[in-house]
């Protein structure tokens, strides 16, 4: 009887071993998997063509833009001390925000560690490279916070900056290596003629010539498709042959997203030039969106939202980007920094009235803070693709 139920639980052990060892091979093969945090169910595919340590010290994909916010007394990467570079947009420290939560958070990914930001490494890796940010004023606020994030690691470097109609340069000289800015609100071109300014959604002429002859380069339009009468940077918009007053911004947006990726694919040696898309950074002006109805702004918001989900979803360009940009995409001639859903659970990392022109922002960011999280994924990224 005893020999027989001993005979019976060794049974079960192994049938139970077998099934484990199947669901480890599963989910490895898969890449698929679910997290439970705070309540919210993450589920995970790894999107990501680079590699990455993961937690169990084996070097393999993760999706580095799945995770959460933790604490960390480490942080921030600088301060405003040693970054006199910070623009009064984003110096949310000198204009008077009073909390300093926001600066103690650090992004983890559910399945690997992501490296600490390295400014010597960085300049040492890249040396002789030049790495250009392409967009509008949050590309300002991504570029600025990668120039305050090398600078902090050498603050006694030979710098040179230099500032044309179109574009802002910090070279780092003793490396050879030159941060760029290039102003481009809509990335297609918009030409002044004679009826006004004519939006080109066919035409990226004016600054791919400048483009393509970079090392790196990081993209970004949306913010200013939306924008109405005076704040419109154009008066027609031009689609072949045909000038239109008006048409529907989303389409618009798309058509012009479906020329840039075209121009990358013809006309950018992907072997030479690195290419990134910037996802879409969200704005938070409606609480509403995170779970507090009646919140008109980031006002007084202290802590980022918990877990990895957000609640109002994902902005309608975000499926424009993905769906437009799939081919390039797929083929690695693009690489995306999907940072939307990691930024829209920061409604508190915003300037808000803490900014040099005192109006609510909540659609750029406090420097130290988010923008430093995007050039560590940034740096991940590029850390796999130039060895």
């Not at 990081?218 to 109405?228: K, P, V």
Request: proline share 4%; with cysteine; aromatic share 12%.
């Amino acid at each position: 009887m005893g020999f027989k139920l001993h005979e019976r639980r060794s049974t079960w052990l192994w049938v139970f071993l077998i099934v484990s060892l199947f669901m480890i091979v599963t989910y490895e093969a898969n890449g698929e998997s679910s997290i439970k945090e705070n309540g919210n169910t993450c589920s995970r595919r790894i999107s990501s063509s680079f590699m990455i340590r993961r937690r169990s010290n084996r070097s393999s994909s993760c999706d580095i833009f799945q995770g959460r916010w933790v604490f960390d007394d480490s942080y921030p990467l600088y301060n405003t001390s040693t970054c006199p570079f910070i623009r009064r947009e984003f110096n949310c420290i000198k204009y008077g925000r009073p909390d300093s939560l926001y600066l103690k958070y650090r992004w983890q990914p559910s399945y690997c560690t992501l490296p600490r930001f390295d400014g010597k490494e960085f300049l040492t890796r890249f040396k002789g490279k030049k790495i250009m940010f392409v967009g509008d004023s949050l590309s300002l606020n991504f570029w600025q916070s990668l120039v305050c994030l090398i600078h902090s690691a050498v603050p006694g470097a030979n710098i040179v900056q230099e500032t044309t109609n179109t574009t802002n340069t910090f070279t780092f000289k003793d490396y050879g290596v030159s941060v760029i800015l290039y102003h481009s609100l809509l990335l297609v071109d918009t030409e002044s003629e004679k009826i006004g300014r004519v939006l080109k959604l066919d035409s990226v002429k004016n600054g791919g010539a400048v483009w393509k002859n970079m090392d790196v380069l990081i993209f970004n339009t949306w913010l200013w498709w939306g924008r109405r009468d005076s704040k419109q940077p154009w008066d027609y918009i031009q689609h072949g042959k045909k000038i239109h007053k008006d048409m529907d911004r989303i389409l618009a947006f798309r058509l012009a997203l479906t020329t840039w990726a075209k121009w990358v694919a013809s006309d950018v040696n992907s072997a030479k030039t690195k290419v990134f898309f910037q996802g879409i950074s969200p704005s938070h002006y409606n609480g509403h969106d995170w779970n507090q109805p009646g919140i008109k702004s980031c006002s007084n918001q202290t802590e980022p939202l918990s877990g990895c989900t957000y609640p109002g979803g994902a902005p309608s360009a975000t499926t424009i980007v993905k769906d437009v940009l799939s081919n390039v995409l797929s083929k690695n001639i693009v690489h995306l920094l999907d940072i939307t859903t990691l930024s829209q659970l920061r409604k508190d990392a915003h300037p808000s009235a803490f900014n040099g022109f005192k109006n609510m922002d909540c659609t750029h960011w406090c420097l130290p803070g988010l923008p430093d999280t995007w050039n560590q994924l940034l740096y991940a990224q590029l850390s796999s693709l130039i060895p």
